[in-house]
């Protein structure tokens, strides 16, 4: 089946949160935490009437403040954390809120929703052994401090105690909620590696396929522009070979002149150095472009079929912009379609009604319907069949090929949709040659098209690269 591609190095897999948080921003946390418990410690006892153990309260927040004062003193404000560091970290503000809890009440004090804290700050930034290991103790230590704590008691005696029902509750919402706001902050955590390491992927490839484009521009402006020198130098060396016959040195001279001037025709062939923009390689009709994109799949066994046809009236093939997103995105499109098709790949060229459209459909198995919602998404894994692994041992089926073809795309204007060529209703004989996975791209014709006027005008002079 048609799934997706991939034409940069596959990303790491493996959880890389090593490093993610630094120091300074859970003291700063802490800092705040220790500000809150001691308003909370000292409203509640002098103003609310409250009767509470100060001492020990206020030990507990001491301890905070201690290990706070110390990390700030061995370590450097921008030191960050091991996974195992930050766990620590975590367990020691969680162990000290517990303590907190213990003197204050248990589940009674509204507070002990704070709990979920050190767990959420867990799943967004360290691994998922850690993430467990803070939430098993999480639970454990509000189960504790659920039966085993100080009644909170005003000063006449009188204790503060919800009934019993409200305190099961309570104690179900906090478990629920760590489970929930854990796996909720680790997934959106996660899609948002995801997606920046994507991201990152598609920039390299950008940036090569930029490389590549300039390289050609090098090479196509350094042999339009030494040409006619070199061919004048050949010229005039024939000449002199010619007339020279009878001095048989200067002869050799000006035939070894001739020599270096095909050689340098030749190196310019194949090689470019830093020289000019080719503004010849700026844009291109809308066919010439697409077999670009095109050339590096012709060779491997599956015929490629083009068709270019406006939709009405337009004969001529719009010239579009040399764009190396745009290259590059199609040159996915095109590498995936290969891939899977079983011999014949189709795109199809269309413009007009402000739009200019291509679509790209292969003869193979289509898209598995259980992803085409998804298709475009990065790392998207399904496994293959035995079939699949034979034709592209080694492919990790990660989605980044499609990915960065249609975030390139997008980034030119273009709209990416994906869906299968074949009716659904209709058996492989009924549904014809083009029956597998199609993708169709369309661009606004202001987006990518040069206008009549540009594309007549004269290019003028060649322009250097920026250093």
Request: charged share 20%.
């Amino acid at each position: 089946m048609a799934l997706l591609t991939e034409s940069s190095p596959p990303p790491v897999t493996q959880d890389l949160r090593n490093g993610w948080v630094r120091l300074r921003t859970l003291l700063m946390l802490r800092w705040l935490a220790i500000l809150g418990q001691t308003v909370t410690v000292v409203v509640a006892s002098f103003f609310l009437g409250l009767r509470i153990e100060l001492g020990l309260c206020f030990l507990a927040i001491g301890a905070s403040v201690l290990s706070n004062m110390i990390a700030m003193t061995v370590f450097p404000p921008s030191q960050r954390l091991r996974d195992v560091d930050a766990m620590l970290t975590l367990i020691f503000d969680m162990t000290q809120l517990s303590f907190l809890l213990f003197l204050t009440g248990g589940l009674n004090n509204p507070f002990a929703l704070l709990i979920l804290a050190p767990v959420t700050i867990s799943a967004t930034a360290l691994t998922l052994r850690s993430t467990v290991i803070l939430g098993v103790m999480s639970v454990a230590m509000i189960t504790l401090v659920a039966f085993y704590h100080i009644p909170l008691r005003q000063m006449d005696g009188t204790v503060l105690a919800q009934p019993r029902q409200i305190l099961l509750g309570f104690w179900i919402s906090i478990v629920i909620g760590i489970v929930f706001l854990s796996v909720y902050a680790r997934r959106v955590a996660q899609e948002v590696q995801t997606m920046n390491e994507a991201l990152l992927a598609t920039q390299e490839a950008l940036a090569r396929e930029q490389k590549l484009t300039d390289l050609g521009g090098v090479v196509a402006a350094a042999a339009h522009e030494l040409g006619t020198p070199l061919a004048t130098i050949k010229l005039v060396s024939t000449e002199l070979a010619e007339e020279l016959e009878g001095n048989p040195e200067l002869a050799e001279d000006a035939r070894l002149i001739r020599q270096q001037a095909d050689r340098c025709r030749d190196i310019l062939r194949d090689m470019g150095r830093a020289g000019k923009d080719d503004l010849h390689m700026r844009s291109a009709p809308l066919g010439a472009v697409m077999h670009e994109a095109a050339e590096p799949h012709e060779d491997r066994g599956v015929a490629l079929h083009f068709a270019f046809e406006p939709v009405e009236g337009e004969a001529e093939q719009p010239v579009i912009f040399r764009r190396p997103e745009i290259i590059h995105g199609l040159r996915n499109l095109v590498q995936n379609a290969v891939d899977f098709a079983k011999s014949d790949v189709w795109i199809d060229g269309a413009w007009g009604d402000g739009q200019i459209r291509l679509k790209i459909v292969d003869d193979g198995e289509g898209y598995p319907t259980d992803l085409i919602g998804r298709l475009g998404d990065p790392f998207l894994r399904r496994r293959r069949s035995g079939r699949e692994q034979s034709r592209r041992p080694g492919y990790e089926g990660m989605g980044l090929g499609l990915f960065i073809a249609k975030t390139l795309l997008e980034r030119s204007g273009a709209t990416v949709s994906f869906r299968n060529a074949r009716d659904p209703f209709l058996l492989d004989e009924e549904s014809g040659a083009r029956r597998g996975a199609m993708v169709e791209v369309t661009w606004p014709a202001a987006a990518i098209q040069i206008g009549d006027a540009e594309a007549k005008a004269p290019l003028g002079v060649n322009r250097r690269f920026p250093a």
